[in-house]
């Protein structure tokens, strides 16, 4: 057993000597009477020299296991257990603060704020990210304040995000701003009357749409912020590339995004200019999202995908199946991770309710193929 412990010892040793470098630092910083004496004690107890300047050297982290072989070390070769302790003891005091040029400079407070207000409304962080570019940071600078923001403790963040809730963070200098002029008092109390119904209309329009359903090119969307009618858009066409064009805020990119995010995003805009913003988007009109029928059914071609639909449901609103379809041969192509697959359907045992299991779900780009 000692054999093998003296063998581990030998072996760091080596490890020792190996890793001393000819800029290794030699003497203690902070008192070089007291390492000069360390460093002749410990060749007196025939130490190598390699060994001592490794054990001395201040730039090295404190690190409890190196100190522990060290300490194994110095007893072997006969030093007191009060000199080690000693020796241990300057080597402690004089480590340097270890200091990394990877550490970020002071970020600017706004664009802290700017990243708590984000999260706060929920975007996520990939969003955040593009935010604060567009508007004017740097990306270097906005990813180390998502991190910043990511790892501080809840209660700094709350205290902080509540230190002046009234107050707009400001955006970088260049960025675009944009005065947001008061409303007329006949336009707030008309506003006020009428926001509660359009809302719950609002709603309700929503909840025929999928949970998951993405906005698209071409989809009509209504969008009210609650008591700011100069700022609400009645009906808006979601563009070619993806945008919409909105008072205050110019153009938002809300192709992709569930309604629930488009209201995240256009509230985050807008809570640069106005306090609290709160925003419904609906989607008033379907056009980006389709299924498709060919075949043996009435009416082929696209389906618009409204709300979660059934194949039964589609073969409804395709008008039908003909009197020469395969009943039992209808089935459904789906394109998944680039690969199509085949879902088969029986439409007369769908019908007589003795496999309900095949009536699955369409998802927008499915193909029902009636032969």
């Known amino acids: 057993m000692w054999m093998n412990h003296n063998c581990r010892l030998a072996s760091w040793c080596v490890g020792l ?43 090295r982290p404190s690190d409890a296991k190196f100190d522990d072989v060290a300490t194994e070390l110095m007893r072997n070769h006969g030093l007191r257990e009060g000199e080690i302790a000693e020796i241990i003891k300057l080597r402690s005091a004089a480590i340097k603060p270890q200091t990394s040029e990877a550490n970020p400079p002071a970020l600017p407070d706004t664009l802290v704020q700017y990243v708590r207000r984000a999260k706060k409304v929920g975007l996520p962080e990939k969003t955040v990210l593009q935010e604060a570019t567009h508007d004017g940071w740097t990306a270097e600078a906005a990813s180390e304040a998502i991190a910043y923001v990511r790892n501080e403790p809840v209660d700094e963040a709350e205290s902080a995000s509540h230190l002046a809730p009234s107050i707009v963070t400001p955006l970088p200098v ?53 008591k700011e009618p100069e700022t609400s858009s009645p009906s808006l066409i979601v563009r070619p590339d993806g945008k919409i064009s909105m008072p205050l805020l110019k153009e938002v990119q809300v192709a992709g995004l569930t309604p629930t995010e488009a209201e995240k995003l256009i509230a985050f805009r807008l809570s640069k200019v106005i306090t609290d913003p709160d925003v419904t988007v609906v989607v ?3 056009h980006s999202q389709k299924v498709y029928a060919i075949g043996a059914i009435r009416k082929e071609g696209p389906i618009a995908y409204t709300y979660q639909m059934s194949i039964m449901q589609a073969i409804s609103e395709a008008g039908g199946l003909t009197e020469y379809a395969k009943r039992k041969k209808i ?41």
Do not use: C
Not at 357 to 370: A, E
């Open 174 to 226: 260049g960025a675009d701003q944009h005065a947001h002029p008061a409303p007329t008092a006949s336009a707030r109390v008309s506003q006020t009357a009428s926001d509660a119904e359009a809302r719950t209309k609002a709603l309700a329009a929503n909840q025929n749409l999928p949970y998951d359903y993405h906005i698209g090119a071409g989809d009509t969307l209504q969008i009210s912020v609650w």
């Open 331 to 371: 089935y459904v192509l789906r394109t998944e991770n680039g690969r199509e697959r085949k879902l088969p359907f029986d439409y007369d045992s769908a019908l007589k309710g003795e496999d309900t299991k095949l009536n699955i779900q369409l998802v927008p780009g499915d193909t029902l193929v009636v032969p």
């Open 17 to 59: 000597s190996l890793a001393v470098s000819l800029s290794t630092i030699s003497v203690l910083a902070e008192s070089k009477d007291s390492g000069s004496e360390a460093r002749s004690l410990m060749l007196a107890h025939g130490m190598r020299g390699a060994d001592i300047e490794e054990i001395l050297n201040p730039a």
């Open 284 to 286: 008033t009109g379907t």
